[in-house]
């Protein structure tokens, strides 16, 4: 079974930055892709970066220049780098993976981000 594990979530002020981890308990490269989304209570959850096998990357319009997505093929390892975080950022981030027809998500890892 995969498992996924998040980490790096906290609380910091506006501005600040913070590092999300998600360590997969398979290699990385067998996924088509792997993401970070967010949820704020009583927001559905969106889709804030991904990478795709290619190493290509997108993001969503209001965390352009701020948040970055990579990895770490050898450590199983996708990141997201969040800087000039703002209070609209807060929510819980899930990592999650495409792997054939299946999608795989972590537990989340809270981020909350004061004013």
């Known amino acids: 079974q995969v498992r996924l594990v998040e980490s790096g979530g906290g609380l910091v002020q506006a501005g600040g930055s913070l590092r999300l981890s998600c360590t997969v308990s398979?290699?990385?490269?067998?996924?088509?892709?792997m993401a970070w989304y967010r949820q704020a209570p009583e927001k559905q959850r969106e889709l804030v970066a991904r990478?795709?096998?290619?190493?290509?990357?997108e993001y969503l319009d209001s965390v352009k220049g701020r948040f970055t997505i990579s990895r770490d093929i050898a450590k199983n390892t996708v990141f997201l780098q969040m800087n000039n975080l703002q209070p609209e950022d807060s929510g819980t981030y899930y990592c999650?993976?495409?792997?054939?027809?299946?999608?795989?998500w972590g537990q989340g890892t809270q981020v909350t981000v004061s004013s």
């Open positions: 999650a993976a495409a792997l054939g027809a299946h999608a795989i």
């Open positions: 398979m290699s990385i490269v067998s996924m088509k892709a």
């Open positions: 990478i795709i096998a290619s190493g290509s990357t």
